[in-house]
């Protein structure tokens, strides 16, 4: 089968998007299938210098075309020319690709399916002009589609609200050996890693460990991801504002490696996201072996109840702390063993998400004519 899929940013991009498109390409590759990815020339939030227009990832064959307006809603009609040469189109977000590969349905004649990666509501930004959006010309784009893929439960509430029975829930699945076995249980230290996002919460954070610090002087924190709206020069005067600014450390844009040490160094993972389209890295973080300390958002708790492991609270109350601290200590005195992590993870590895994907690209293309039908890969995991 010729796969394409269509997304806004992709490796060397970083972000939860980027891993999962990366990863489910790379797979497909070994299952078989021809797999192209149609990104953008340019990393948003970047250095500004243009990628080569094509690479090979991961046997992966990566198209880039430039684009024109906002970074919210960049124009790339370029991508047109990539769309003939696919027996199916998997769009990833609901963003210029989603509204353009609909509005192109005639030109270029491929069936259509879309993963919702949250939509557009990672933000308060602007949300009566996102929901007005998201009623009327979203809608309005997935009638075009065969399948919405729902990336979580919360996703897939708000998409069947405009989208019926169309809308599938594929929760993701997350490379849950990135960071293996790779913390330090009774380490009294904490980490985020992710994106340094606006959503993120990271101030609301700071000020959590800063309480977490005034009941318990011997933790410390590590903030590390590439800035996207948050800057660490703000961070880190909030930190000296008060007064743990000893206590907390910043590392930007780390590599996998750089981001292994780190976790080495830390048990517990701490996310005051106030919005995730799933939440990729808290997954990752227990994959790693850390406690998971995650903010009261339903993704958060999502994953805290298909694991077994984790607390969510409230970052916002100083209270939190001491639940924290008294949380912590009954898991470092009991850290899941790795065939206990392996189990309770078992529900986010990418064999499920492989089979339910290819599952309903076959269903997308059993309308067209005999003649235009693919033969589909088996549907059995990888090699």
Not at 34 to 56: A, N, Q, Y
């Amino acid at each position: 089968m010729k796969i394409l899929h269509a997304v806004r940013q992709y490796p060397p991009g970083v972000g939860g998007i980027e891993s999962y498109v990366s990863q489910l390409a790379a797979l497909q590759v070994r299952a078989g299938h021809d797999v192209r990815v149609v990104t953008l020339d340019k990393i948003i939030d970047g250095d500004g210098h243009r990628l080569p227009l094509e690479d090979v990832q991961h046997g992966v064959t990566v198209m880039r075309v430039p684009f024109l307006g906002s970074r919210r809603y960049p124009l790339a009609p370029g991508a047109l020319r990539h769309f003939r040469d696919a027996d199916i189109i998997h769009v990833h977000g609901v963003e210029f690709f989603a509204d353009f590969a609909a509005l192109t349905g005639a030109v270029h004649g491929r069936p259509l399916v879309l993963s919702t990666h949250g939509g557009i509501f990672h933000t308060r930004f602007a949300w009566p002009l996102k929901m007005l959006w998201f009623r009327t010309i979203t809608r309005a784009t997935l009638r075009r589609y065969r399948f919405v893929l729902a990336s979580s439960l919360q996703d897939h509430g708000m998409f069947a609200g405009i989208a019926g029975a169309k809308v599938k829930l594929v929760e993701n699945a997350v490379d849950i050996d990135r960071f293996a076995n790779a913390s330090s249980a009774g380490a009294r230290r904490m980490i985020y890693f992710g994106r340094l996002a606006p959503n993120k919460g990271l101030e609301t954070l700071i000020t959590w460990f800063a309480a977490v610090r005034r009941l318990a002087p011997e933790w410390s924190l590590t903030i590390a991801g590439k800035e996207m709206g948050t800057q660490i020069a703000s961070l880190r005067a909030l930190a000296v504002t008060l007064g743990v600014d000893q206590a907390v450390q910043f590392c930007r844009e780390p590599d996998d490696a750089t981001l292994r040490d780190l976790i080495a160094e830390c048990s517990t993972f701490v996310c005051a996201s106030r919005f995730e389209g799933f939440g990729i890295a808290a997954v990752e973080a227990i994959g790693a072996g850390l406690f998971p300390v995650l903010s009261e958002i339903a993704p958060f708790q999502r994953t805290i109840e298909r694991c077994g492991q984790g607390l969510c609270l409230d970052f916002a109350s100083s209270e939190t702390a001491r639940d924290f601290l008294i949380a912590f200590a009954a898991f470092s005195s009991r850290p899941p063993s790795p065939a206990q992590l392996r189990e309770r993870l078992a529900p986010f590895r990418w064999e499920r998400v492989l089979v339910e994907t290819q599952t309903l690209y076959a269903k997308a293309l059993q309308d067209r004519p005999d003649e235009q039908r693919p033969i589909a890969a088996p549907l059995s995991e990888p090699a």
